[in-house]
Nanobody, 124 residues
């Protein structure tokens, strides 16, 4: 599966952005999906994940209550709605797909396919 992330940009603190990740290839509805981010000089960090059937989601503590992950299997797309953005949310955001029918993971090694990333910059 190939992944294409989009929707990043420059926003002021307190603002919102919605990231999209479009998948090509077959079987999207069976892939658990995740969002990760990486700031300059830092390791890749888990943000959110959604089970392949959309029935459960998990979030990093740093984004709980502000970010929402969702998916539209009919459009082969996963979304990350980001509200109340903070300067510390600034990073390149990557979407990722795990193994079919597996549990959505909170670590990068739980994912086999990665998108190219989209830059999110939050100004103070």
């Amino acid at each position: 599966v190939q992944l294409q992330a989009s929707g990043g940009g420059l926003v002021q603190a307190g603002g919102s952005l919605r990231l999209s990740c479009a998948a090509s290839g077959r079987g999207f509805s069976f892939y658990p999906m995740g969002w990760f981010r990486q700031a300059p000089g830092k390791e890749r960090e888990f943000v959110a994940a959604i089970h392949w059937d959309g029935g459960s989601t998990t979030y990093a503590d740093s984004v709980k209550g502000r970010f929402t992950i969702s998916r539209d299997n009919g459009k082969n797309t996963v979304y990350l709605q980001m509200n109340s953005l903070k300067p510390e949310d600034t990073a390149v955001y990557h979407c990722a797909a795990g193994r079919m029918r597996s549990t959505a993971s909170g670590t990068p090694r739980g994912y086999d396919y990665w998108g190219q990333g989209t830059q999110v910059t939050v100004s103070s």
